[in-house]
């Protein structure tokens, strides 16, 4: 099947700071989701972004299929934007569900 | 707007006890639904999934069961629980097509002791 990998696995950033998350996946995908579970567990929706680029406030991704990656940027980090940030994929010809990625872990220190 | 409720959020159940955790959907139709577990510091497992009444598939071979007795509801079920059921479950749901966009309920924290 298809594999998700997430780089860097954790991240430690000073309130202010800017980063980028990176997601390779190793096939054609359908679509592609980034999540960021707070430290509650919540899950919640930051980007649907099978192609392109979009931004929402503070954070914007860019997925370029052809190469198969997509990126996350959060700029002028804050503590609230802790947590775990999920990618997830549906490979294309495949029905219904996603493949996840195992999560890169942000720590924003203030 | 759609919304996903999940309940109980905390439950402590002891080994070989009886589980029911229940999801429900409102403001769609015929949506895809979705059960995974998250371990402590882990990744999300997809347990089960559902395109339609009555019609459930396995991801990973289980003493856990799912059922969709209803459109909007999924109940995830297992009649002895184990110590490795541990866990943060999580129900989703997503429209049926191609768009794929799945929503996230609140989550389950079940503890077998």
């Known amino acids: 099947g298809i594999q998700v990998e997430q780089s860097p696995p954790d991240l430690i950033l000073q309130e202010g700071a800017n980063s980028t998350l990176r997601c390779n996946f190793s096939d054609s995908v359908n679509n592609l989701q980034w999540f960021h579970q707070n430290p509650w567990g919540q899950l919640i929706n930051l980007f649907y972004?099978?192609?392109g680029t979009k931004q929402n406030g503070r954070l914007s991704a860019t997925t370029v299929a052809t190469e198969r990656y997509s990126l996350l940027y959060i700029s002028s980090s804050q503590t609230t934007d802790s947590g775990v940030y999920f990618c997830a994929v549906d490979p294309s010809g495949a029905n219904s569900k996603l493949t996840f990625g195992k999560g890169i872990t942000l720590s924003v220190r203030p | 707007s759609q919304t996903i409720h999940q309940w109980p959020a905390t439950l402590v159940q002891p080994v070989g006890s009886p589980l029911s955790l229940e999801c429900t959907v409102e403001?769609?139709?015929?949506?895809?639904l979705y059960w995974y577990r998250q371990a402590a510091g882990r990744g999300l497992q997809l347990l089960f999934y559902s395109v339609g009444i009555g019609q459930i598939s396995s991801e990973v071979p289980q003493n856990l069961s799912a059922s969709r007795p209803q459109d909007r509801q999924f109940i995830l079920s297992s009649k002895k629980l184990l110590l490795s059921d541990s866990g943060f479950y999580l129900c989703a749901w997503s429209t049926a097509g191609p768009r794929l966009e799945q929503y996230f309920g609140p989550g389950t924290r079940l503890t077998v002791t």
């Open positions: 403001g769609t139709s015929n949506p895809n």
């Open positions: 972004i099978p192609s």
